[in-house]
């Protein structure tokens, strides 16, 4: 993809592992949680931070697959949107962090890749053009990550500054 697209999808980019205009980046925020920390369902909306990790994981999937790209096996039920680990280890935190940095990258090649010309074309899973997909798409990291970070996780609280 070239042209006006571009800084989207840096910035895309940089809201999942650089640089984000929001805050920590959604990969150095999941970073900096436990197994423990990440798998607590004790929150006001009762998600984890790790079934979003999973929910952001399994969006760029569809993105990826949608435009024909090769993706990792899905280890959870295809159904679920925000799924809950089986198993809170650190190894399973690890893995499921590497899956979401693989989709990560999976998808953003497809969509640097696809021509500017599919845009008005509908997206097969989400029915809807792939501008309003790319649209929505630009925020998405950038949402999941500060509701993350304002989850009130101890690894999160920042010190006030005076």
């Not at 990258?105 to 599919?118: F, K, N, Q």
């Not at 899973?125 to 970070?149: C, E, M, N, Y």
Request: aromatic residues 10%; charged residues 20%; contains cysteine.
């Amino acid at each position: 993809m070239s042209g006006i697209l571009v800084p989207f999808l840096d910035g895309m980019d940089n809201e999942f592992c650089g640089k984000s205009w929001n805050g920590s980046s959604l990969i150095s925020t999941l970073d900096a949680l436990s197994p423990e920390e990440a798998s607590s369902e004790a929150t006001w909306e009762g998600y984890s931070a790790w079934s979003i990790a999973l929910h952001c994981a399994k969006c760029k999937r569809i993105v990826a697959n949608d435009l024909g790209a090769s993706t990792p096996d899905w280890p959870y039920p295809e159904e679920l949107w925000f799924p809950s680990p089986v198993d809170a280890s650190a190894a399973i935190w690890a893995r499921d962090r590497e899956l979401l940095r693989a989709l990560h990258d999976i998808s953003m090649g497809a969509l640097r890749a696809m021509p500017e010309s599919m845009l008005a074309e509908v997206m097969p899973t989400w029915k809807s053009p792939w501008g309003t997909a790319l649209a929505w798409l630009v925020t998405h990291d950038a949402f999941h990550g500060a509701q993350i970070r304002s989850m009130g996780l101890p690894s999160l609280k920042a010190k006030r500054h005076e």
